[in-house]
């Protein structure tokens, strides 16, 4: 899992540490492109979005470029609920991301 060993000190402002924790799911072929499951980062302040977290996810590697490189085809999900691209993500602990489905 990737994971920052970034230390703040107790008195330290959210303002200068914004690096939030989040469990990213991968499916399907998704999760055979990036040979993960499931993997924890710590997201930069700057990822604000599901679409901008597609963006970075994309660029931590060529898995994660190669899964990625269809963004407009992929479905994500926050905190079990489908969203589109410019969903925020204040306050989600989990995005899950799906290839194209069908029904029938």
């Known amino acids: ?17 914004n690096i939030r924790e989040m469990k990213i799911l991968y499916f399907a072929w998704l999760r055979e492109r990036i040979g993960l499951a499931e993997e924890e980062i710590d997201l930069p302040a700057e990822v604000a979005t599901v679409g901008e977290l597609a963006e970075y996810l994309a660029g931590r590697g060529p898995a994660h470029a190669r899964a990625f490189a269809a963004r ?7 905190d079990q609920r489908f ?11 989990e995005i899950a991301f799906f290839p194209p489905f069908t029904g029938g």
């Open 1 to 17: 899992m990737a994971r920052s060993s970034l230390s703040r000190p107790d008195d330290a402002s959210d303002a200068h540490y």
């Open 72 to 78: 407009q085809a992929i479905k994500a999900a926050v």
């Open 83 to 93: 969203v589109p691209p410019e969903t925020p993500l204040a306050g989600a602990t």
